[in-house]
């Protein structure tokens, strides 16, 4: 049995916490794409809260920043006024992490010591308290990597700081899309089963697609890649990178440092997705209940996110169309989950006892 307390304050918990996310999402974007992530060489769980106020405060970072390597080999030129520019989106980025972690955590134990939290519920939140934890870790271990003798952090590591924030972002959406369901009158059925939903198998298929989309598009942005080859279909004059045509690698893994085989797999991976996702959209949109009518939406986020894409290739990359395209990822993982929430309304797996609890 599976109780869910129906309790409105956590509604608005889970909402704020989602938007603060999404907002996080764009600035982490901001951060990579003006090569802001580099700036600060020094990680503290409470220092580092207040920023510099004064000439000798600014000149001391400066000081500790001129010895990484990414001032040494990239910006040996750079000025302390171009310093305070990128300074600013990785200072914001950490501290608007913490608010996070501030505004998840306070209410989170709050809730638990008035009895707010079903068992579920406990268990649910305290793994999502564990995610959380375990990104901000990811998030200086990332750094961490771009500090030692390369000027550029690993994008393997990048791709997992983002794809943790995709996943928590989803668990948070899916409950949250649950709870607000409930609040709108929406019940559970008995003893339904979840794996007999005739849209289950697209929606989580779709699911796992876009976020290893997303994880491809992390290598390209984490490795520059998008610069390599801007023209679409070709890149050159060849369909393949010249790795993959010269075969021109002693094992699998140098694909995964190769710019070229990078984007190569991130425009495989996205045009899958494009068609898998634009053919189970067209099959779920026959729907007449929400799901239906999201399904709709997704097709034209899906054809403007590929568009985008292409456009983003051709113009070399511009920072603005880049968060764009990061947010339109966001959007469609959302939009996918809120179908899956919307799909499993109507049943569950579990019996289910809602409790009121305001």
């Not at 699998?252 to 797999?265: A, E, K, R, T, W």
């Amino acid at each position: 049995m599976v109780t869910i307390i129906k309790s409105k304050p956590k509604l608005y918990w889970l909402l704020v916490n989602a938007i603060m996310i999404i907002l996080m999402v764009s600035i982490g974007g901001i951060t990579r794409l003006t090569d802001s992530g580099l700036s600060m060489t020094e990680w503290s769980l409470i220092g580092g809260i207040l920023p510099p106020t004064n000439y000798e405060s600014w000149l001391l970072l400066f000081e500790k920043y001129k010895l990484s390597p990414e001032f040494q080999i990239n910006n040996y030129d750079m000025t302390l006024s171009e310093f305070k520019n990128i300074f600013f989106w990785e200072y914001f980025h950490r501290i608007w992490g913490r608010l996070i972690g501030v505004v998840f955590f306070v209410p989170f134990i709050l809730f638990w010591i008035f009895k707010r939290f079903s068992f579920f519920e406990k268990f649910f939140f305290a793994f999502l308290l564990f995610l959380g934890s375990f990104q901000a870790f990811m998030g200086w271990f990332m750094v961490k990597s771009g500090l030692i003798d390369k000027p550029d952090v690993s994008h393997f590591r990048l791709s997992a700081h983002l794809s943790i924030a995709f996943i928590i972002y989803s668990f948070i959406l899916y409950f949250g899309w649950t709870k607000f369901r409930l609040f709108s009158g929406e019940g559970f059925l008995k003893n339904y089963d979840f794996y007999k939903s005739k849209y289950n198998l697209i929606l989580l298929s779709s699911i796992v697609l876009t976020i290893l989309t997303i994880i491809s598009g992390a290598f390209v942005a984490g490795t520059k890649a998008g610069l390599a080859y801007n023209n679409f279909p070709l890149m050159g004059d060849n369909l393949l990178p010249p790795i993959l045509i010269d075969r021109d690698y002693s094992n699998f893994i140098d694909l995964f440092y190769d710019l070229g085989s990078i984007q190569f797999f991130h425009r495989t991976l996205a045009t899958t997705t494009l068609l898998i996702l634009l053919s189970g959209s067209f099959y779920i949109k026959r729907s007449i209940f929400l799901i239906g009518f999201l399904a709709k939406v997704l097709i034209v986020i899906l054809s403007l996110q590929y568009l985008l894409g292409i456009l983003i290739l051709k113009l070399y990359v511009p920072i603005p169309l880049g968060i764009m395209h990061q947010i339109g990822s966001l959007i469609v993982l959302s939009i996918l989950i809120t179908m899956l929430a919307e799909n499993n309304m109507k049943g569950t797996r579990f019996s289910c006892s809602l409790v009121k609890n305001d």
